[in-house]
């Protein structure tokens, strides 16, 4: 089994910042991709960045230039970096990792259970 647990959600004001972190715990034996998504009331979950195990990023062009990910790799981790937060970035933030248990397995998406940011303008 493998858990994703997520944490630094809450509330900030517009223009401030917040760090998400998701950790990931089990059995584990590689992780490829890792990512975080989210999703608002009324949407469809949303990619927001992603990060291979070579360390190449992609972002949604909403976020480009103020979200950074980054991950460290001994602690099987992924963080998102949130600035200048506006409030149409409140949503559900999810984390996603591709993940290998068994040397001979396939890869499995996993997911978090979720973390909620709230942006007040």
């Known amino acids: 089994q493998v858990q994703l647990v997520e944490s630094g959600g809450g509330l900030v004001q517009a223009g401030g910042s917040l760090r998400l972190s998701c950790a990931a715990a089990?059995?584990?034996?590689?992780?490829?991709?890792m990512g975080w998504y989210r999703q608002s009331p009324g949407k469809q979950r949303e990619l927001v960045a992603a990060i291979t195990s070579a360390g190449s990023t992609v972002y949604a062009d909403s976020v480009k230039g103020r979200f950074t990910i980054s991950r460290e790799y001994a602690k099987n981790t992924v963080y998102l970096q949130m600035n200048s937060l506006a409030p149409e970035d409140t949503a559900v933030y999810y984390c996603n990792a591709l993940v290998k248990t068994i040397r001979t397995g396939p890869y499995r998406f996993y997911w978090g259970q979720g973390t909620q940011v709230t942006v007040s303008s």
């Open positions: 089990g059995t584990i034996f590689s992780i490829s991709d």
